[in-house]
């Protein structure tokens, strides 16, 4: 067993921020086959898909037939995307372990993404994360644009530190601070990094890098120098999100794993399995 301190844990994302913004609409069956693959591979975490308007995201319209059609292996967490009541009726008729509101460091996203201000979103999150809580579910809080946003440009530390203070307040179990857009450097990953750190453990605390620059890996080793051992992560790099113009995908597990084994850290995931996978849903996508 590797020590706590090597050991990270990766959030496998494809297919939820890899699928919902690809514009082919992949087939229910072949996203419970990319789930099912993933599974396969070692995963503590996969991102499955989103309870969100079908009218938002067509691309998550089968939340709850993909949910129903996973094989669950022990010892996963399937998450799932709640942003309101509605959201959490489906994810727990679905039988989901975890779920995650989803707010931002930026008003203008807030309005683009959910359709309401941040402290909107705030009170529309509370009761969402106390009924999860009571549920027995997994919660994480996202702050989206931690480190830019598409349509303001800079967001200060502390406009993300008053979204992840009020997440921690509600009770969310894990936060996950977010570069939506890809645009965050070394440095200033680790300024927003280290605030965070100040409200909570380096346990509770996730990243989740987009790498429309190539900058996803040096940020993400940013944040393993702070101590963050929790990371999202898209086969084949897929993702995206559709009220981020401009934003490409995640990084990719791919590049994650074999970045964090060359620096001698666990993950108990087949690098091969993951590329197995990521090759099929990319065939997928050009069927
Ligand atoms: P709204 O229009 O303010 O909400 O949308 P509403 O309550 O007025 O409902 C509007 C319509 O949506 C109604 O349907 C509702 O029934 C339906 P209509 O009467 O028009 O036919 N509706 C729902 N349907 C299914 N499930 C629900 C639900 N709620 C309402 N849960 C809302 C607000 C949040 C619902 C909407 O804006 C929405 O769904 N947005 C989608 C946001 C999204 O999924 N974004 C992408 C994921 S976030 C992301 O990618 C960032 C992340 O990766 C981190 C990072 O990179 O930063 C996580
Ligand atoms: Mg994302």
Partial sequence: MPSADR?????????????????????TADKVALVDKLSAAGFGTIEVTSFVSPKA??????????????????????????????????????RADAVCVFGAASESFSQRNINCSIDESLERFRPVVAAARA??????????????????????????????????????????????????TPERTHAVFAAVLGLTEASRVNGHFHDTYQRALVNLEACLAL???????????????????GATGNVATESVLARLSALGYETGIDADAVRAAGEWIRGRLRA
């Fill in 7 to 27: 050991f990270v844990h990766i959030v496998e994302v494809s297919p939820r921020d890899g699928l919902q913004n690809e514009k082919v609409i992949v087939s």
């Fill in 57 to 94: 995201v067509p691309q998550m319209a089968d939340a709850a037939e993909v949910m129903a059609g996973i094989t669950r292996r022990a010892g996963v967490r399937y998450a799932v995307l709640t942003p309101n009541a509605r959201g959490l009726d489906g994810a727990l008729a679905a």
């Fill in 135 to 184: 549920a027995g579910v997994f919660v994480r809080g996202t702050v989206s644009c931690a480190l830019g946003c598409p349509y303001e440009g800079e967001v200060s530390v502390d406009a993300v530190l008053r979204v992840a203070r009020a997440l921690l307040a509600m009770g969310v179990d894990e936060l996950s601070i977010a570069d939506t857009i890809g645009v965050g």
């Fill in 227 to 245: 101590g963050v051992r929790r990371f999202d992560a898209s086969a084949a790099g897929l993702g995206g999100c559709p009220f981020a113009p």
